[in-house]
């Protein structure tokens, strides 16, 4: 089971490569958009793996592949993360834009998430 201290040392790098990977990658200039994109993927990876703390649930298996060992815990942190950047950005600062631009945002808000979750925690 996931210490406090790791949940949150988790987020926190989720958070800042979600804000890097949506300021490269999509070239957005918007510091609101790079600090809801940080805000969501932290915050979706904090909150899948607190529940997961607080339930007892046992989703740390990796999957036999050395070079990408992923979890179910490591895809929950990439679902929440993915869904509370749709809704942030979406309604936040991305309402008026593409939905094409809304949905690489999220995107990447997810998989920032999931490559921190697989490789470094």
Request: net charge positive.
């Amino acid at each position: 089971m996931l210490s406090w201290r790791t949940i949150a040392y988790g987020a926190a790098l989720s958070a800042v490569a979600a804000a890097v990977a949506v300021a490269a990658i999509l070239r957005e200039r918007r510091r609101d958009v790079w600090l809801l994109a940080a805000v969501a993927a932290g915050a979706g990876a904090f909150a899948w793996n607190a529940i997961l703390r607080h339930t007892g649930g046992e989703f740390f298996i990796d999957a036999p592949v050395a070079v990408f060992p992923i979890s179910l815990q490591d895809t929950g942190s990439a679902v929440f993360a993915t869904a509370l950047a749709t809704l942030l950005l979406g309604f936040g600062p991305l309402r008026t834009t593409r939905g094409q631009k809304l949905a690489i945002a999220a995107t990447l808000c997810g998989l920032a998430a999931l490559l921190v979750d697989v490789y470094l925690y």
